[in-house]
């Protein structure tokens, strides 16, 4: 059986712009106007990704577990305006890892790149959501320190390349919470025990050997692109969305999740790359291409989870 793509969509229009959109997988590409018709589908097939309308998420859980029960992963597809209406009940679907929420021409990158993910397994990198040659600068922090020193030099760069105030501001906060992250809630011992979360992220930390965050940025005139590695890999899908979900409605607590709540929300995508008990990859775009006024008022998001 050839391997194949199921988009499940109401509206015939998208449903015809997404299938050229994927049409550069190679897959076969089949398609469907609601649930119970690709349900029906899935009976005489075995898709290798699903694509659905975000804006019906009530109908979408029963139909996602038995499209896994088929093989196939889940990609979310929400478009304009029904972003900020169902982004809520959403984000309280903890099924939901992969959502994205831009008109096009944003949403056809997009994507086309979480596709191939999610197809090929090739998940770490944050070359794929940048245009070919783009140049990053790669720099690895070996004492805790450091964090603010690359941080303020960051948005310097960012500055004497032409970018605003603004946007050097928020990739600074993006790229502080981050490597915070990764330097304070990332290590655990062997009983699995957070043993650098309550430390104070004042205080001063070697970075040696497994303990050291790499930070690596570009910018394509599109996105500012900061992706944080840390090479313990503890964070998991469900830290995740529970952050995620609290970052909607406002909310912050200790830990990881406020981090992440807060780079949710200063950035248009921000990517989670998991290796369990090796690597956690987590990489920040923040589009360059609007004007404040113009941004979404929603964030897209994928974690990815490298299969054993």
């Known amino acids: 059986m050839r391997a194949s793509i199921l988009i499940v969509h109401p509206d015939r229009k998208t449903q015809r712009t997404i299938q050229r959109i994927l049409g550069v997988t190679g897959h076969s590409i089949e398609v469907a106007d609601d649930f119970e018709q690709g349900t029906r589908m899935l009976a005489n097939l075995a898709p290798s990704l699903v694509v659905v309308d975000g804006s019906a998420i009530g109908d979408a859980a029963a139909f996602f577990a038995y499209a896994h029960a088929?093989?196939?992963?889940?990609?979310?597809?929400?478009?304009?305006?029904?972003?900020?209406?169902?982004?809520?009940?959403?984000?309280?679907?903890?099924?939901?890892?992969n959502l994205l929420v831009h008109p096009m021409p944003v949403l056809?990158?997009?994507?086309?790149?979480?596709?191939?993910?999610?197809?090929?397994?090739?998940?770490?990198?944050?070359?794929?959501?940048?245009?070919?040659?783009?140049?990053?600068?790669?720099?690895?922090?070996?004492h805790a320190s450091q964090r603010a020193d690359l941080t303020s030099m960051l948005g310097e760069h960012l500055k004497a390349r032409g970018q605003s105030a603004r946007v050097a501001s928020m990739a600074r906060l993006v790229a502080d919470e981050l490597i915070s992250n990764a330097v304070h809630n990332a290590p655990v011992n062997a009983d699995g025990e957070h043993y650098r979360r309550d430390t104070p992220r004042d205080i001063e930390l070697a970075l040696d050997g497994r303990h050291?965050?790499?930070?690596?940025?570009?910018?394509?005139?599109?996105?500012?692109?900061?992706e944080v590695t840390d090479h313990f890999g503890s964070l998991d899908r469900a830290t995740i969305l529970h952050a995620?979900?609290?970052?909607?409605?406002?909310?912050?607590?200790?830990?990881?999740?406020?981090?992440?709540?807060?780079?949710?929300?200063?950035?248009d995508h921000l990517v989670f790359n998991l290796a369990p008990g090796r690597t956690t990859e987590i990489i920040a775009l923040v589009d360059i291409r609007y004007p404040p006024s113009e941004r979404m008022s929603a964030s897209s998001y994928n974690v990815f989870v490298e299969k054993p």
């Open 108 to 142: 056809g990158e997009e994507l086309v790149i979480t596709a191939q993910k999610l197809l090929r397994g090739e998940l770490f990198g944050v070359e794929k959501y940048l245009l070919w040659g783009t140049t990053l600068e790669t720099h690895t922090l070996t």
């Open 244 to 267: 995620l979900a609290k970052s909607e409605v406002r909310e912050s607590g200790g830990g990881a999740g406020m981090g992440i709540s807060l780079a949710y929300r200063s950035c």
């Open 70 to 97: 088929r093989g196939a992963e889940a990609c979310m597809t929400l478009l304009g305006a029904a972003a900020s209406e169902a982004l809520p009940r959403i984000l309280e679907a903890t099924a939901i890892t």
């Open 212 to 226: 050291e965050v790499r930070l690596r940025w570009g910018c394509d005139a599109r996105y500012v692109a900061i």
